[in-house]
């Protein structure tokens, strides 16, 4: 449509969107109205095309054929879906997704590399591309949540099927099929999938991350060439690795054979990465042996050699995880506040802050890999394998069961250390389109002069910018710390856990328990979670039955 620019009209009128007669030096109608006419100056414009695609498409789409007015309130339903085709919306959801997701707290030495590449492929691709359907159907899915409406609504589900059609497309092109675009695309549609269904409470859905492991497959062994592919293919191994972990099971022996070259990229989340191929080992090595869960079994099934071998490869590992903790750049290190802010809850008053979301995330990994790795040492000294409950435990098996509970219980306290740093002081959800001045996330801006300035000389470290660091911790501290409690809480439910859980004290179990209800209030994962963070807890104690579903919700 052509536009001729502005009308000769006061800018008054203009502002008011009235007629206006034109006279001067002050038009009649803001005389007669006793409104102040601002006159008749503004700058000169040439003919200009307005772009009224999205406009045509909600007009298209208003009266469809054998369209009847609805008689119920199904109307204002479906007007608000309407209302979502306008294109501010595309630009809205990918703000967010760049601003509080992509963008702030991120490092290629912190992280796998998906979102430190995805500016460069976003900035060179076009709007027809499968890696900007992608980008489009995931930020719209986290606008959708923070706006209070159903994940799976009239737009995201549009953009989802858009984006597939558009990777069903370069799926069917051989030479742009093995383009990076794609399969960064697909991994998005795994996040998407992930965060619709813990919006939804229910099973997440691999089937996108299986294509992605199809895809690394289809590219072959010798197209991983540029930087850019190949921290993809980390982040799939990522992937793989935390899936395998949280549902059990190996990680695919051709993604590791590709991803264990000598060229690729190596930073600290790679090498614990690693080190996780190998707890995933032990720990489906070690679930096939234990059948607690089902009653006894043939004492034959297991031999002594079996619980030496496990138990050996389970102490390597530790020293393995020791020594990965003392490789982290000195930076990472956690630093303990001295007088953490009132309004932040905490675990005895102590409150440990990181550089970064990834950062205190990668931690907390860790520790849960020590966990599980420490479980497995106990199991095999005390012999609470059902399988060898009548073998004798062997000499050659060192057990230090004091030393175990210890170190198990520091991985415990400085996962609910941390617990303040990913959520602050919030104990509502996030309304996207309302302020909230009294939040409060602790981190280097609470430390006083002389200890951030031994901070900065001894450590290197570039502090985010106070706004930019509050952001990065809005968007994504809730998810974080969700899954590593969630983790806890299921490492701590089978027998050897509750051993480990007994000599815990009982507050911190119940604090931990507390957080993670918190936490999934805070995303809303369930329907019912409409109130205050008191509403699950009883005489300070949060009921053991939310516990169980969310920690079950995050497990599945």
Known sequence: MVNHGRSG?????????????????????????????????????????????????????????????????????????LQSLDESYDIQAITLFFN????????????????????????????????????????MVILTLRRGEPADGFLPSKCFHTALASLQNALSNQCQSKQNEVLMGTILLQLRENIIAMSQSRQVSPVHHRGAVSLVEHRGFHNYEDDASKYLLLQVLHNEVASAIRHGGRVHSDLLRKCLRKDMPSNASFELDKLGIVVAEIQTYFKSLNVQDHGCCDAQCTSQEDLDHLHNQASALEQKLQSWARSVPSYWQPFRLSAPPDSIPTYRNICEIYPSIQIASIWNTWRCYRIINLKVVMACSLGQLSCVLALERSPSRDYDKKGIYQSVQQCLDSISYSVPFYLGNRHSKWDLYSAAPNLEFPSYHNLNADEFSSLQLSRHCTVLPHEVHSRHVLGQGAWHILSHLSHVSDLLSDATGKSMRSCSPSDQINWIEEQLVRAAFLLGLSPNMNHSCSTWTKDGVVSGTWVKTVAQLIKT
Do not use: M
């Open 100 to 139: 509080h997701i992509v963008l702030p707290g991120r490092d290629k030495s912190s992280t796998s590399g998906l979102f430190e590449i995805i500016i460069p492929l976003y900035a060179t691709c076009s709007q027809q591309s499968p890696l900007y359907h992608a980008i489009l159907a995931t930020a």
């Open 9 to 81: 009209a006061c800018n008054t009128c203009l502002r008011r969107r009235v007629a206006c007669d034109k006279a001067k030096p002050a038009c009649s109608r803001c005389r007669n109205s006793n409104f102040v006419c601002y006159g008749y100056e503004k700058t000169k414009r040439s003919i200009k095309f307005k772009d009224q695609t999205s406009y045509a498409l909600a007009k298209s789409e208003r009266r469809p054929r054998g369209y009847t007015k609805p008689k119920s309130d199904e109307h204002s339903t479906w007007k608000l879906e």
